[in-house]
C-alpha cells in the first residue's frame, strides 16, 4: 500500500487498466479489463469517479477509509491521492470509472462551474449510496459517453459528452440531497454538535491563540470533510457554515458588548479576530450597527 502509482494522463490509467484510449481526455474504463492486483496509492492527475462494483478491500482517500459497497459512487479531482488497500492480498478490480482531463470541460459551461460540484472535495464516510434506479441512470450516463467513444469524432462528439458529463454531475446533485435525508442517522445530531463545538471553542483560549473558528476546523472536528460539512449545514439550516459560524460570534459580541468595562478592541480580540476593524466591519454588516451604536442602544 506504500506504493504511489502516478497517473498524469488518460493514456496512462488506460494502460494500467488494459483499457484501449479511444479519446486522450476522457475514457468509460471497464476495471474488470485490468489484471488482478495488489493495492496501491494512486494520485490521479485528472477527475475520476469509480462505480464500484464489488466490496473488495478498503478505499483509502487521502489520510482516511472512504465508506463505500457495492453500487456506490466515489469522486476524485485533479491533484488528490486515493488508493485500494487489499492487507497485501490480490484482487480483480471490477466496476466502472468515468476519467475525464480538465483540458476536456476549459472554455465550456460546465468548466466555468465545475466547482459547484462540491463533491468532488469529500472524504471519509461520504461516498455517493446508489438505489438500483440511481445506478440504473448512472450506466445510462456511462453508456451515453461509451456510445460516443465508440464512433468516428465529429463536430458534435465533445459537446455532446461534456453535456453527458454534466447531466451525470447534476443527477449526483440530487442523489447526495437525497442521501443527506435518508442517510440521517449517519449524520443525525450534526448541528446540535456544531452547535455545542462553538460553545466549547469560546470557553477556551483557542480564540486569543488560534483566531476565529474556521469550516474547516470545526469540519475536522466533527471528522467530515470541508465540503460535505458544509453542504450537509446549508441543507439543515439554509445558511453556509461560515454564515453559521458568523452569526454565532455576532450573538456572542452582542452579550460581550453589554459589559461597558470592555473596549470594542478588547472584545475582538476575545472573539478571535486579529484587527479590531474587522469585527466592526462584520458586526455592521450582521447587525446593522457599529457595535458602539448598538451598546448606546441597549445600555
Known amino acids: 500500500m506504500n506504493e504511489l502509482r502516478r497517473f498524469e494522463s488518460i493514456d496512462a490509467y488506460n494502460a494500467f487498466n488494459k483499457n484501449e484510449t479511444r479519446h486522450p481526455l476522457i475514457n468509460i474504463v471497464d476495471l474488470a479489463k485490468a489484471d488482478p492486483r495488489q493495492g496501491s496509492r494512486m494520485y490521479f492527475g485528472f477527475y475520476t469517479v469509480f462505480l464500484k462494483e464489488v466490496k473488495c478491500g478498503d478505499l483509502v482517500y487521502g489520510r482516511h477509509t472512504y465508506d463505500y459497497q457495492e453500487g456506490t459512487l466515489v469522486f476524485i479531482a485533479p491533484g488528490q491521492v486515493a488508493g485500494m488497500n487489499s492487507n497485501g492480498e ?3 478490480p471490477k466496476g466502472y ?44 450516463c456511462f453508456a451515453k459517453i461509451d456510445y460516443e467513444l465508440e464512433h ?5 462528439s ?36 456544531f452547535e455545542q463545538l462553538l460553545n466549547n471553542y469560546y470557553q477556551t483560549d483557542k480564540p486569543q491563540t488560534i483566531g476565529l473558528p474556521s469550516v474547516t476546523y470545526c469540519a475536522s472536528e466533527l471528522n467530515l470533510s470541508p465540503n460535505y460539512f458544509g453542504d450537509l449545514i446549508k441543507k439543515e439550516t ?13 450573538d456572542l459580541a452582542k452579550e460581550k458588548i453589554f459589559d461597558s468595562s470592555k ?10 479576530f486579529k484587527y479590531p476593524q474587522h469585527f466592526m466591519r462584520v458586526f455592521k454588516q450582521r447587525v446593522g450597527q457599529s457595535p458602539n451604536e448598538y451598546r448606546m442602544l441597549h445600555q
Open 97 to 140: 470509472a468515468l476519467v475525464f482531463h480538465p483540458d476536456l470541460i476549459h472554455g465550456t459551461a460546465l468548466g466555468r462551474h465545475m466547482a459547484e460540484y462540491t463533491f468532488f472535495g469529500y472524504q471519509s464516510n461520504e461516498a455517493l449510496h446508489l438505489s438500483n434506479r440511481e445506478r440504473q441512470l448512472v450506466l445510462d
Open 152 to 156: 468516428a469524432i465529429d463536430k458534435h
Open 238 to 250: 439554509g445558511q453556509s457554515a461560515q454564515e453559521y459560524i458568523q452569526l454565532k460570534v455576532m
Open 263 to 272: 473596549s470594542v478592541s478588547q472584545i475582538a480580540y476575545e472573539l478571535g
Open 158 to 193: 465533445k459537446r455532446l459528452i461534456v453535456s453527458t458529463i454534466e447531466l451525470f454531475l447534476n443527477y449526483c446533485t440530487r442523489f447526495y440531497e437525497r442521501q443527506f435525508i435518508t442517510r440521517n442517522h449517519v449524520h443525525s445530531g450534526i448541528l446540535e454538535r
Open 90 to 92: 490480490i484482487y480483480q
